[in-house]
């Protein structure tokens, strides 16, 4: 190779290796700072790509689990309300049983009577508060239910059903004037309340399997969007511990790179000994 104090071959290559390594030096620090060997386009326009487009899936399916964890709220919220109407018209059976006693007085007659009507008023307290959200699975308002979204693409919904708990209704029968004024009054509502909970308790029955569907399938959305997460993972993330000892061989490199730039560098020396005797 000829000297000239024009051209140094020798510091260009060195410098084009130093340079290369200051470059993947660089792509290793993002790494590391990232944790993301592919944080955007330009690393990997193909792997980028996928990656988006599984994280708009991950997006749009936690949306879904929004919904669902609405749904179970809901259906939590309107069993308990069920259970509890339940256990009131046992409680107002007892009652009108008692009432039916042909050997009672009037005044304890009154008294039965009067408890009982406490119980029909606490049972519309109940069910009006059996709402969660502007929700209400047993006040006729939501009929025939309410449907919630399924995947990720909202082009499936999975319905929670409703049951129309009002007095005087199709499942509890009992009139909102019903009376233990007479014994005769009291076997009649001892019937319809027998009826009413049969009823009441078929459909706590469907709100339950309703309630278990609904859990299930968040459970599977939840198993979906976690494997979504991993295979983005699996596609974009850094290995830490590789990028770690890539980033120590490189300092190393760098540090050498520099050395024999330095030497090439002094190479133009060597002419003025041919010429300096």
Request: charged share 15%; net charge negative; hydrophobic share 45%.
């Given at each position: 190779?000829?000297?000239?104090?024009h051209t140094n071959t020798s510091a260009m290559i060195a410098l084009q290796n130093?340079?290369?390594?200051?470059?993947?030096?660089?792509?290793?620090?993002?790494?590391?700072?990232?944790?993301?060997?592919?944080?955007?386009?330009?690393?990997?326009?193909?792997?980028?790509?996928?990656?988006?487009?599984?994280?708009?899936?991950?997006?749009?399916?936690?949306?879904?689990?929004?919904?669902?964890?609405?749904?179970?709220?809901?259906?939590?919220?309107?069993?308990?309300?069920?259970?509890?109407?339940?256990?009131?018209?046992?409680?107002?059976?007892?009652?009108?049983?008692?009432?039916?006693?042909?050997?009672?007085?009037?005044?304890?007659?009154?008294?039965?009577?009067?408890?009982?009507?406490?119980?029909?008023?606490?049972?519309?307290?109940?069910?009006?508060?059996?709402?969660?959200?502007?929700?209400?699975?047993?006040?006729?308002?939501?009929?025939?239910?309410?449907?919630?979204?399924?995947?990720?693409?909202?082009?499936?919904?999975?319905?929670?059903?409703?049951?129309?708990?009002?007095?005087?209704?199709?499942?509890?029968?009992?009139?909102?004037?019903?009376?233990?004024?007479?014994?005769?009054?009291?076997?009649?509502?001892?019937?319809?309340?027998?009826?009413?909970?049969?009823?009441?308790?078929?459909?706590?029955?469907?709100?339950?399997?309703?309630?278990?569907?609904?859990?299930?399938?968040?459970?599977?959305?939840?198993?979906?969007?976690?494997?979504?997460?991993?295979?983005?993972?699996?596609?974009?993330?850094?290995?830490?511990?590789?990028?770690?000892?890539?980033?120590?061989?490189?300092?190393?490199?760098?540090?050498?790179?520099?050395?024999?730039?330095?030497?090439?560098?002094?190479?133009?020396?060597?002419?003025?000994?041919?010429?300096?005797?």
């Amino acid at each position: 190779m000829a000297l000239s104090v024009h051209t140094n071959t020798s510091a260009m290559i060195a410098l084009q290796n130093l340079n290369r390594t200051n470059t993947e030096m660089q792509t290793v620090q993002s790494r590391i700072n990232t944790g993301l060997k592919v944080a955007g386009a330009k690393d990997n326009s193909s792997v980028y790509a996928v990656a988006q487009g599984m994280r708009s899936d991950v997006g749009a399916l936690s949306s879904v689990e929004t919904s669902l964890d609405r749904a179970i709220s809901i259906a939590d919220v309107a069993l308990a309300g069920g259970e509890a109407i339940s256990d009131l018209i046992i409680q107002m059976r007892e009652k009108a049983t008692a009432a039916m006693d042909p050997s009672i007085d009037t005044f304890s007659r009154r008294a039965y009577d009067a408890d009982f009507k406490d119980l029909v008023e606490q049972l519309q307290v109940v069910l009006t508060n059996s709402e969660f959200d502007g929700a209400n699975l047993l006040d006729g308002t939501n009929s025939p239910g309410i449907a919630f979204l399924a995947d990720a693409d909202a082009s499936r919904t999975i319905t929670l059903g409703s049951h129309n708990l009002n007095l005087g209704g199709t499942i509890v029968t009992l009139a909102a004037t019903a009376s233990l004024g007479t014994a005769t009054l009291a076997a009649n509502t001892v019937s319809v309340l027998q009826a009413s909970l049969e009823n009441v308790n078929q459909a706590l029955a469907n709100l339950g399997s309703d309630l278990n569907k609904m859990e299930a399938h968040r459970t599977f959305v939840s198993k979906i969007n976690d494997s979504l997460t991993e295979g983005i993972g699996n596609l974009v993330d850094a290995d830490l511990a590789k990028e770690s000892a890539r980033l120590q061989a490189l300092q190393v490199k760098q540090q050498l790179g520099v050395q024999a730039l330095s030497i090439a560098n002094q190479e133009p020396q060597i002419i003025l000994s041919l010429f300096g005797g």
